[in-house]
């Protein structure tokens, strides 16, 4: 037993999440000393309120960009180094563009916040004071912090993890020491002093070490290259989502200044005792998860990281709920033991336990939202991660709102806990669905499945009688061709509604075409593989196009090849680009992201505009066209399933009060018939 758990250490992640989260936590947990002792020497009071709400604030902006900048800015030097680049000159390149950067971004963020806070807060004239103050005091903070990340994360891609770790405990120290001998003399404006004074120690510390160690020869310059722009470029979108998930802890302390003095300071006390645990999860393992899991995953596929992901969730899981159910239950001792000082009255204990309580109902939920949030980073679904940020966003005010009626400070860390509940089956209903992107389109497993399905048959009669109805009925074809015609519902349809003489169907699936020359004789299936068809020049008068273009990838060449071939081109097209689609059925996992995997192959998405402008933009002439709301006829199976029974009802009514914009609201399906023109 001993001899596996030693060969367990022995692995490169779990070594350097030990050595890290050690390191890590001496670092981090002298820091976390610091709300205890300001709760010691300061109490609870309009000041600390003044103190803690400026400080959040400071806080917000600065993790807009430090975090984000620690990460992004490892496969850059990576890449650097293996290209044998200057590392030193693009670190400072980094260093003084960002401090020039947000030195301007802070002046205009003071500018702009100041004003606000008397409109958007509760607190008296002098607290408000006090806190724009303090906002002055702790602006530095905002340079400090990105400029000690992008030492930080140079030195964790050189795998120096230890220095990074340990640095915060260097900050910590120098703060305490400043707010010990500063209190009298400058009250709560010690605190903010010392961690501008912590902060500049940290950086120093750093920077000794980058140096001492032989890393790189750090070169500072202003030089905006092709590199840096796409380093921006890159941080810029996870920017936005770290602004996003920044901004819960303002809307919070905002929220509790509406209840009256001394509740911000309770709120923090309760938020600073539930990030020890989660620091303490957190501050190894994330460091150095993401460079594994990203490694695995180049080297070895999708499926490794799915069972990384799912193996690490696990394991969190039977760690962090012990630990969570142990904390709730000696939470008052805890509390006291922290807090229990002659400054901090016996109502406030109770009261800022209840709220840790409420913190920790969202501890495992909150663990397994951040290795989700890793998952995502390796396959670089940045897009994901910030609209997850702005949809909580949306509900934390909403949850913070009702809540806090009932449960007063209490009601907003339970809004919290709740959010990192849905967060995560959020992030997982995504995880699920991005793997599965990732996974080749089996169209011949696929067509197995759709011919076992009873309804589908009902649904292409379907399609085939609105494809007719378009045609005028003094059009007349000699011959017509289905391309992706499956096992030839549709074509055969059409070919007795338009009394056709010879009708064709290609198709790629072996197992479709089977199935179609057993059931449709009339008509001829040949398989074709590629873009280009075994027909000639404008021999086929009409080309059928159902539910087929949304699948091809060079569309262009395909549909060069449509004109070369057909005279005319009767398209159906899904309206999958609309706004219920965009807003509720993709971000909660209702609908699949178009893109390579979806599970029907859609690779491209339409709107009424868009495939219409396409197809003028090629030169085809457009001679009909609607839009279709329904997919299935009231039939049997309709009469008895209510969803889509109301489905249809929505469906029509839309269609019927708002004929030109209903496809644009709940999506449709679009049909076609258009003149090819000559062939280019």
């Not at 902060?199 to 290259?225: H, M, T, Y």
């Not at 009702?402 to 339970?414: E, Q, S």
Request: glycine share 6%; hydrophobic share 50%; charged share 20%.
């Amino acid at each position: 037993m001993l001899k596996k758990f030693a060969n367990f250490c022995k692995r490169p992640l779990v070594r350097d999440t030990i050595k890290t989260t050690f390191w890590s936590t001496i670092g981090r947990g002298i820091g976390f000393l610091i709300p205890f002792f300001i709760a010691a020497w300061f109490g609870v009071s309009g000041e600390t309120d003044a103190f803690f709400f400026a400080y959040g604030l400071i806080l917000f902006l600065s993790n807009i960009f430090a975090p984000v900048v620690e990460g992004v800015i490892v496969p850059y030097i990576a890449e650097a180094r293996t290209n044998n680049e200057d590392v030193g000159k693009f670190i400072g390149n980094i260093l003084v563009i960002s401090g020039v950067g947000l030195f301007v971004l802070t002046i205009l963020a003071l500018l702009v916040v100041m004003p606000v806070l008397s409109v958007a807060t509760n607190f008296d004239a002098k607290t408000l004071r006090l806190v724009c103050r303090i906002l002055v005091e702790t602006s530095p903070l905002i340079i400090l912090l990105v400029w000690t990340s992008v030492l930080s994360g140079s030195l964790n891609t050189y795998k120096k993890f230890t220095f990074p770790a340990i640095s915060p405990a260097f900050r910590a120290l120098v703060n305490l020491i400043f707010i010990f001998a500063f209190k009298d003399s400058c009250g709560v404006h010690s605190i903010a002093f010392g961690y501008v004074a912590g902060e500049i120690v940290r950086l120093i510390f750093l920077w000794v070490a980058v140096k001492q160690l032989n890393l790189f020869k750090l070169r500072l310059s202003f030089q905006l290259n092709q590199k840096l722009l796409e380093f921006f470029k890159t941080a810029s979108y996870q920017v936005a989502g770290m602004a996003a998930a920044g901004f819960n802890p303002i809307v919070n302390q905002t929220m509790a200044s509406w209840l009256g003095k001394g509740s911000v300071s309770v709120l923090c006390y309760a938020d600073r005792l539930y990030m020890i645990p989660v620091a303490f999860m957190t501050t190894g393992l994330m460091v150095t998860i993401l460079s594994h899991w990203s490694d695995r995953y180049n080297k070895e596929g999708i499926q490794r990281l799915k069972k990384d992901v799912a193996k690490a969730a696990k394991t969190i899981s039977f760690i962090t709920l012990p630990i969570a159910l142990l904390l709730i239950l000696f939470h008052q001792p805890i509390v006291k033991l922290a807090f229990g000082r002659k400054l901090f009255e016996q109502a406030l204990l109770i009261e800022t336990g209840k709220v840790w309580v409420c913190y920790l109902l969202g501890f495992l939920p909150y663990m397994l939202c951040q290795l989700y949030v890793k998952g995502h980073l390796v396959l670089k679904n940045t897009k994901t991660l910030m609209q997850c940020a702005f949809y909580m966003n949306f509900l934390n005010i909403l949850l913070n709102y009702i809540l806090i009626k009932f449960f007063n400070v209490a009601g907003i860390a339970l809004a919290t806990a709740i959010i990192y509940g849905i967060m995560f089956f959020f992030l997982k209903r995504r995880w699920t669905m991005s793997v599965n992107k990732n996974v080749t389109f089996d169209y011949d497993s696929w067509a197995a499945d759709q011919l076992k399905d009873e309804k589908r048959k009902s649904i292409l009669l379907w399609k085939a009688e609105h494809l007719a109805k378009l045609v005028p009925p003094n059009f007349c074809f000699k011959n017509a061709l289905e391309v992706g015609c499956a096992e030839g519902i549709v074509i055969n349809r059409l070919r007795e509604l338009l009394h056709v003489q010879k009708c064709y169907g290609i198709d790629v699936s072996h197992t479709f075409l089977s199935h179609g020359r057993a059931a449709y004789p009339e008509v001829e299936f040949i398989q074709v593989s590629g873009i280009k068809s075994p027909f000639a020049d404008k021999s086929m008068d009409l080309i059928v196009l159902s539910d087929i273009i949304e699948h091809i990838e060079d569309l262009n060449s395909f549909m060069k090849e449509v004109k070369r071939v057909g005279k005319m081109v009767l398209l159906k097209v899904p309206l999958d680009k609309y706004l219920w689609r965009k807003l509720v059925s993709e971000p909660l996992g209702r609908s699949s992201v178009v893109g390579a995997g979806h599970p029907d192959g859609h690779l491209r998405e339409f709107s009424k505009n868009s495939c219409e402008k396409m197809l003028k933009n090629m030169g085809c002439k457009i001679l009909a066209s609607k839009v279709v709301y329904c997919c299935i006829e009231e039939n049997e199976y309709r009469k008895k399933h209510a969803i889509l029974k109301f489905r249809w009802f929505l469906d029509t009514k839309l269609k019927q009060l708002f004929p030109g914009i209903a496809h644009a609201i709940w999506g449709g399906v679009l049909i076609v018939l258009f003149d090819t023109g000559d062939p280019k």
